[in-house]
């Protein structure tokens, strides 16, 4: 079959225009900019964001709509599990990609459909973006460790061809499934863009820095111990956060830590962040803080090098020998002081001392973009699960 016959069918909790669903939202998003010319591909999604209770404008629900080129499906909440076992049954696909290993409508409810001869691919991918880290998977780890457990019993997952972003990640999967199954890496691709990213200048007062953390507000991205470390600097800190609150019970046990700080400590929720709008908001902090439990790529890092915003994260990520490249920092989570330290260190940075580590961190990000693999590799998933 020639390549640009392949059609793929894409099922997501949430995609575009949506932008609260995180890096999962990005990497299907990219991966369709980039091998839509030689797939076709169809996308399945809720008909609304994360947290939203109104569907999306301009949007017809449960049918097909275009979407830069793309047909996208919207669900709406409404029999939304029987309206996806109508749209499954009436369609044929070459490749079944499932953009989560967890999702109970969009990942597991597909595969019991699969398994009762409901759903017809030739092939199935899995693509579980993180989920079996050991950040991730300690949270409400005894639900998911009897799913696993239940779903190895039915044969859920036979045949299926795992896609995962690093060494790590494979590692992660081959932990709960085996080594003899089928792991292919291939990298998320990044955004399409053909221009360079301008260095973007800030100005940076020794004793004071704008801190961020963006990203999703729940338990693995650590949220409260970002908060923690900011307790015992010396200077003046302003910390916005940015991202949905995905967790509102999380969202409170933050908000005590917050109410603790010490004046000169000043932390704002700033609500969350557009997709196209989040190199320009990280180009006005001096340092992005993320110690998170656990990324399968970590997309906002990446915009954070770009936006020339050094970065001091957890080592539960892709991104390593940060300190090496002179971008930033990574570092174990047991290691509380010493991000305490890196911390203050940033604080006390003068202009010129800042300007040459944001220039290497910008360096470093415009590296990543150039060459990227993540294209390439993902046509080469798609070429071997149909061989």
């Not at 696909?93 to 597909?110: H, T």
């Not at 779903?151 to 061809?161: G, N, W």
């Amino acid at each position: 079959m020639p390549e640009t016959n392949v059609v793929v069918l894409a099922t997501s909790d949430y995609y575009l225009p949506g932008h609260k669903g995180g890096g999962a939202v990005q990497a299907l998003a990219n991966m369709v900019s980039h091998l839509g010319d030689t797939s076709m591909f169809k996308v399945v999604t809720r008909d609304r964001d994360l947290g939203d209770a109104a569907a999306y404008p301009h949007i017809a629900p449960n049918c097909w709509n275009r979407l830069d080129g793309t047909e996208v499906m919207y669900i709406s909440p409404k029999r939304r599990f029987l309206a996806l076992l109508k749209l499954l049954r009436g369609i044929r696909v070459d490749i079944l990609y499932l953009n989560s290993f967890f999702s109970p409508l969009f990942s597991v409810w597909v595969l019991l459909l699969r398994r009762c001869g409901l759903v017809t691919a030739r092939a199935v991918i899995v693509a579980p973006r993180g989920e079996f880290s050991s950040g991730a998977i300690n949270i409400k780890r005894l639900k998911k460790l009897v799913y696993i457990a239940l779903a190895q019993m039915l044969q859920l997952y036979k045949d299926v061809t795992w896609h995962v972003s690093t060494e790590y990640e494979k590692a992660d999967v081959q932990r709960y499934w085996g080594r003899d199954v089928q792991v292919v890496i291939a990298r998320d691709c990044l955004p399409r863009t053909a221009e360079e990213v301008t260095f973007p200048l800030r100005g940076k007062t020794k004793g004071r820095a704008d801190i961020a953390f963006l990203s999703r507000i729940c338990r693995n991205k650590n949220l409260d111990g970002a908060l923690a470390a900011l307790a015992e600097l010396q200077g003046e800190v302003r910390m916005c956060i940015y991202g949905p609150k995905e967790d509102s019970e999380y969202w409170q046990e933050c908000r005590t830590i917050i109410d603790q700080l010490p004046a000169h400590i000043r932390v704002e929720y700033c609500g969350t962040v557009a997709h196209e709008e989040v190199l320009h908001v990280l180009t006005q902090h001096h340092l992005f803080f993320l110690p998170t439990y656990g990324e399968n790529f970590g997309f906002v890092i990446v915009e954070a090098l770009l936006a020339g915003c050094p970065v001091l994260i957890s080592d539960q990520t892709p991104w390593r020998d940060l300190r090496t490249k002179g971008a930033g920092w990574e570092l174990p989570l047991a290691e509380r002081q010493r991000f305490r330290e890196i911390l203050q260190t940033c604080i006390d940075m003068d202009q010129a001392a800042f300007s040459a580590l944001s220039s290497k961190a910008w360096e470093y990000g415009m590296t990543i973009l150039r060459e990227d693999p993540g294209p390439e590799q993902s046509r080469m998933l798609f070429k071997r699960v149909l061989a």
